[in-house]
């Protein structure tokens, strides 16, 4: 069946199948698939079914429906479709296409004849080793070789450390720590998108070992609200000379000479930006010297390096959308199990009480015992169900004992005569004089006869 994942917003982690019928999505509880997204419409969008098609219809809503960052109004979708619904990012995946090839039926893996010859291994290259391709023997022979090799090698050692960690801030320190090897900045910070507010929040400041690290970094909001707006990395030589900038405002008074702001793009959007940046203090900035660090080489490398972060964030968000609706699912199996064995144990003292009451009642006391001892033991089910909660999160292993099958069976039935009364129900039950002692669990088969 399609299904909707959510892996961006407030419903992060949900899964929504997709039925036959029109299924609406939207603000409103009457909807099929409710979001909780005040970005989203009350009635947002319609999914349709047009045979083995699904078809995402906008219904006139308020910031539109986009599917791959492209606006629609209405639109055929396609497995891995990102489909952004206000600030909620959803994948849509469609029907699994059973009478493709099973490309296990189409390779075989053999093991030669040692007669037949064959192939031989001639050659062997460790990833480490791959690593030296990009360093010249002799850098001075000819400079424009030496830095493009220089940046190959910065990138190839960004993709070794997106793939090698599915933590964010280990990630993005390893990249900083990457970029300031490669070029002369003196401060740095990561910015990430928050999913609750949409504002950038810092995630990872970086100094170079001469500056302290306890010193506050102040960014300019023009340039990271020029970068967020109009995706687009930029580079200030002297921002006192670009038009961009307000003239003779926050970013000469806060010591900025040089600065590049990229942001970080993902398949999905803008996660978050890379400031990086070279500082003078406020008093000496008019008076520094003109010698640039930054280049535009330094900012097309940095636009790379910002992409292929955003895709490490993005993929790290959905493993935790994907971990987080599995925590979710087995949460939702404990709470059944829990739920079902508390109904049975109350059932069991509503039928102890109402024998005491009628024991009361008729002034009997071995009715009262009776309905005393059915409380009691329920009581140490209670107890042992919560000394014993952690056992609802794994599977558990039956305790084998010696027990009588008749004793079990009785008590389920004392338990459950009141709730065979209050529906009229007459409750029999007629023992077996010859089951002799066996082997077995109590617990586990008194749940079973009980449920």
């Known amino acids: 069946m399609p299904s909707l994942f959510v892996i961006q917003g407030r419903d992060q982690g949900k899964r929504f199948e997709l039925g036959q019928g029109p299924v609406s999505v939207g603000r409103d509880v009457a909807n099929t698939i409710q979001l909780h997204d005040t970005e989203v419409s009350r009635r947002h969008a319609e999914f349709r079914s047009e045979g083995d098609a699904v078809v995402v219809v906008d219904l006139d ?3 539109g429906t986009f599917i791959n960052s492209q606006e629609v109004s209405s639109q055929q979708l396609r ?5 952004l619904i206000g600030k909620t990012l959803l994948i849509f995946t469609a ?9 296990s039926d189409a390779i075989d893996i053999v093991t030669p004849h040692p007669a037949a010859g064959g192939s031989r291994i001639v050659k062997s290259v460790s990833q480490e080793q791959s690593s030296r391709m990009f360093t010249l023997d002799d850098p001075a022979a000819d400079p424009w070789l030496a830095r493009a090799r220089s940046n190959l090698q910065v990138m190839y050692r960004t993709a070794l450390a997106v793939s090698h960690t599915l933590d964010i801030d280990q990630l993005l320190t390893r990249i900083m720590e990457l970029i300031f090897e490669w070029v002369e900045a003196d401060r740095g910070v990561v910015m990430l998108v928050s999913q609750e507010t949409g504002e950038l929040e810092p995630a990872v400041r970086h100094y170079r070992k001469n500056e302290s690290s306890t010193e506050r970094i102040e960014i300019s909001r023009t340039i990271l609200e020029y970068v967020q707006t109009k995706n687009e990395g930029v580079l200030t030589s002297d921002a ?4 961009r900038w307000e003239p003779g405002g926050s970013i000469v008074r806060m010591g900025v000479r040089e600065a590049i702001c990229v942001p970080l793009q993902g398949r999905y959007g803008v996660v978050g930006v890379i400031y990086i940046d070279t500082y003078t203090p ?3 900035v008019l008076h520094a010297g003109t010698a640039d ?3 535009e080489e330094h900012l097309k490398l940095m636009v790379a390096i910002g992409h292929q972060a955003a895709l490490a964030v993005e993929d790290t968000s959905y493993y935790s959308a994907m971990v987080q609706a599995e925590r979710l699912a087995a949460m939702g199996q404990t709470i059944a199990m829990l ?3 508390i109904k049975n144990i109350l059932q069991g003292i509503r039928g102890g009480s109402y024998l005491i009451e009628e024991g009361l009642k008729t002034d009997t006391s071995e009715v009262v015992r009776k309905g005393w001892t059915i409380v009691e033991k329920n009581q140490e089910k209670i107890s042992n169900l919560v000394m014993d909660m952690l056992s609802f999160s794994k599977e558990r292993e039956p305790e084998m004992v010696v027990a009588v099958l008749n004793d079990v069976v009785e008590d389920v039935v004392e338990l459950m005569q009141s709730r065979a009364q209050d529906l009229e129900v007459v409750l029999r039950w007629e023992p077996a004089e010859t089951i002799p002692e ?3 669990d109590p617990e586990a088969l008194h749940r079973a006869i009980l449920n």
């Open 339 to 341: 739920s079902h064995h």
């Open 61 to 63: 809503s308020s910031n």
């Open 79 to 83: 497995s891995g479709d990102r489909i």
């Open 282 to 284: 406020p008093g000496r």
């Open 438 to 440: 066996l082997m077995f």
């Open 240 to 243: 006192r000379d670009d038009e």
């Open 95 to 103: 029907i699994e296409d059973h009478q493709s090839q099973d490309l």
């Open 293 to 295: 660090r930054f280049s």
